[in-house]
């Protein structure tokens, strides 16, 4: 049995034992964050070192676990795998206007605000630059809020919550993603954002921050540049560098297709999964 986040996954566990069968469960983002800073759930997860082993996607999560007291033997990290074409995505000459994206709920974790900041910045420098939003959530006002305060209507589209081909086709037209990820104030932080690892599968540069498992996706200077949370100035320079710099858009990109196809395809993580539950 393989059960999906460990907030919720505690009561099959009873269940498999009971049936005599094996039981992993897999982290992902909140249960393994916001959900530590409560003593009732830091108590009721020590009851997995009775699990066959727990499957979360970084090394910073499975840290978080082992410092909470579940034998490092048991947890073990198989990151996120994405669909990666078998050959680096050839992108689009250079344009008039420079694509930027955005992908993601809209939370206090993915810190909408702080990447319109940042955007808002960089097209001080680079008039040129456009951004597509893709995502829903209880942030959206305050993003049309904004929008609207820097008078940005005509430089950012909301595409609202879309599907998956939806938003790789909006990849494969972009020039560079951008992600401001945060630790919220109440402690719900990312795992490895899947938008993150689809972004570089589609040859695409990432500017985002060093937070929770994205360094271990994004090399910074080399498939990208990360930032520390909160520093929309910093994360505005790096888009309007990139922005000005066709070439280094396209090896930084052709760099983080080459680290998806290495490390994060769907394929290996599939094939993780099947060694580490011995399937």
Same mark, same amino acid.
């Given at each position: 049995?393989?059960?999906?986040?460990?907030?919720?996954?505690?009561?099959?566990?009873?269940?498999?034992?009971?049936?005599?069968?094996?039981?992993?469960?897999?982290?992902?983002?909140?249960?393994?964050?916001?959900?530590?800073?409560?003593?009732?759930?830091?108590?009721?997860?020590?009851?997995?070192?009775?699990?066959?082993?727990?499957?979360?996607?970084?090394?910073?999560?499975?840290?978080?676990?082992?410092?909470?007291?579940?034998?490092?033997?048991?947890?073990?990290?198989?990151?996120?795998?994405?669909?990666?074409?078998?050959?680096?995505?050839?992108?689009?000459?250079?344009?008039?206007?420079?694509?930027?994206?955005?992908?993601?709920?809209?939370?206090? @974790? @993915?810190?909408?605000?702080?990447?319109?900041?940042?955007?808002?910045?960089?097209?001080?420098?680079?008039?040129?630059?456009?951004?597509?939003?893709?995502?829903?959530?209880?942030?959206?006002?305050?993003?049309?809020?904004?929008?609207?305060?820097?008078?940005?209507?005509?430089?950012?589209?909301?595409?609202?919550?879309?599907?998956?081909?939806?938003?790789?086709?909006?990849?494969?037209?972009?020039?560079?993603?951008?992600?401001?990820?945060?630790?919220?104030?109440?402690?719900?932080?990312?795992?490895?954002?899947?938008?993150?690892?689809?972004?570089?599968?589609?040859?695409?540069?990432?500017?985002?921050?060093?937070?929770?498992?994205?360094?271990?996706?994004?090399?910074?200077?080399?498939?990208?540049?990360?930032?520390?949370?909160?520093?929309?100035?910093?994360?505005?320079?790096?888009?309007?560098?990139?922005?000005?710099?066709?070439?280094?858009?396209?090896?930084?990109?052709?760099?983080?297709?080459?680290?998806?196809?290495?490390?994060?395809?769907?394929?290996?993580?599939?094939?993780?999964?099947?060694?580490?539950? @011995?399937?």
């Amino acid at each position: 049995m393989l059960a999906e986040f460990l907030d919720r996954s505690l009561p099959w566990l009873e269940v498999a034992r009971a049936l005599g069968i094996r039981f992993f469960a897999h982290a992902h983002g909140q249960d393994v964050s916001e959900r530590l800073r409560e003593p009732s759930w830091r108590r009721d997860y020590l009851r997995y070192n009775d699990a066959d082993g727990i499957v979360t996607m970084s090394q910073d999560s499975r840290d978080r676990l082992i410092e909470l007291g579940i034998s490092a033997s048991l947890v073990h990290v198989i990151p996120y795998g994405v669909h990666v074409p078998s050959a680096a995505p050839v992108r689009r000459p250079e344009r008039k206007t420079v694509g930027c994206i955005a992908v993601g709920r809209l939370v206090a @974790k @993915k810190a909408p605000i702080l990447t319109l900041d940042a955007f808002r910045r960089a097209v001080g420098q680079n008039p040129a630059l456009r951004l597509d939003i893709v995502g829903a959530g209880p942030l959206l006002p305050a993003v049309r809020h904004f929008i609207r305060a820097f008078d940005l209507e005509s430089r950012v589209t909301l595409h609202g919550s879309q599907g998956n081909d939806y938003i790789l086709e909006l990849m494969r037209n972009a020039d560079l993603f951008i992600q401001h990820s945060v630790t919220a104030s109440t402690g719900d932080a990312e795992g490895l954002p899947v938008a993150i690892l689809e972004a570089m599968a589609s040859g695409l540069p990432v500017v985002s921050t060093v937070h929770a498992g994205i360094p271990e996706a994004v090399v910074n200077c080399v498939t990208g540049y990360l930032v520390s949370e909160g520093d929309s100035v910093g994360m505005s320079e790096h888009i309007a560098s990139l922005a000005a710099d066709a070439d280094a858009r396209f090896a930084m990109g052709r760099a983080g297709w080459s680290r998806a196809s290495e490390r994060f395809t769907w394929e290996q993580e599939r094939d993780h999964l099947r060694q580490v539950m @011995k399937l």
